[in-house]
């Protein structure tokens, strides 16, 4: 089973930008390091600085989403090509 998370960029200037929707083994922490894919075949590696939870009520009904989601937020620290 994986851990499906919006991944977005903290940039310098203190906005964001999304990074895209990915499945991790397990959630990420602080502090730790994720390398992700880009369109032009490189490899950006970024530095975890929080997650936010979107928890689902257990039991769920119909109307609501079955599935919890996670919000990683990340700065660049560098890239591989």
Do not use: C, W, Y
Request: net charge negative; no cysteine; proline share 5%.
């Amino acid at each position: 089973m994986t851990v499906k998370a919006h991944l977005v960029e903290v940039q310098g200037d203190g906005g964001t930008s999304a990074r895209g929707e990915f499945e991790f083994v397990a959630a990420p922490s602080a502090g730790d390091q994720v390398v992700v894919g880009t369109l032009s075949g490189s490899l950006d590696v970024f530095r975890v600085n929080f997650i936010e939870h979107d928890p689902v009520a257990v039991p769920h009904t119909a109307d609501t989403r079955a599935d919890p989601r996670l919000t990683v937020f990340v700065t660049l620290i560098g890239d591989v090509d």
